[in-house]
Nanobody, 111 residues
Framework: VQLAESGGGLVQPGGSLRLSCTAS????????MRWYRQAPGKEREWVAA????????PYPDSVKGRFTISRDNAKNAVYLQMNDLKPEDAAEYYC?????WGQGTQVTVSS
C-alpha cells in the first residue's frame, strides 16, 4: 500500500489549491479515505473524508464551505480542493487510509 500526495505549494490568502493523493496497492473505491493536516507545533487535524460508497463526511467547521474532497476511481486517486485559503490553513497535508499515510505535501498560505 502506498499513498502519494502532491499539489501543495505557496498560495496567497484567498487562493486555491487542489491536492492529489495517488494510491497504489489497493483500490480507493473500496476504502474510506481521509485527508489530515498538521501545522508546526500543533496536533494532526482531520479535514475531510470520503467513504467507500462515495459518501462524504461533514467537514469540520475550520474548512466547511471551502474544502471539498472527491475521488476519481479511474485514476485511483483522491483529491482535496481547497478554496479561499487562509493563513491558518498552512500545514503539511496528508492522505490516509486506516493505518497508512502518505509522505505529505506542504501548503503555505502567505502574501
Amino acid at each position: 500500500v502506498q499513498l502519494a500526495e502532491s499539489g501543495g505549494g505557496l498560495v496567497q490568502p484567498g487562493g486555491s489549491l487542489r491536492l492529489s493523493c495517488t494510491a497504489s496497492g489497493f483500490t480507493v473505491s473500496t476504502y474510506s479515505m481521509r485527508w489530515y493536516r498538521q501545522a508546526p507545533g500543533k496536533e494532526r487535524e482531520w479535514v475531510a473524508a470520503i467513504g467507500a460508497t462515495g459518501d462524504v463526511a461533514p467537514y469540520p467547521d475550520s474548512v466547511k464551505g471551502r474544502f471539498t474532497i472527491s475521488r476519481d476511481n479511474a485514476k485511483n486517486a483522491v483529491y482535496l480542493q481547497m478554496n479561499d485559503l487562509k493563513p491558518e490553513d498552512a500545514a503539511e497535508y496528508y492522505c490516509n487510509r486506516n493505518t497508512y499515510w502518505g509522505q505529505g505535501t506542504q501548503v503555505t498560505v502567505s502574501s
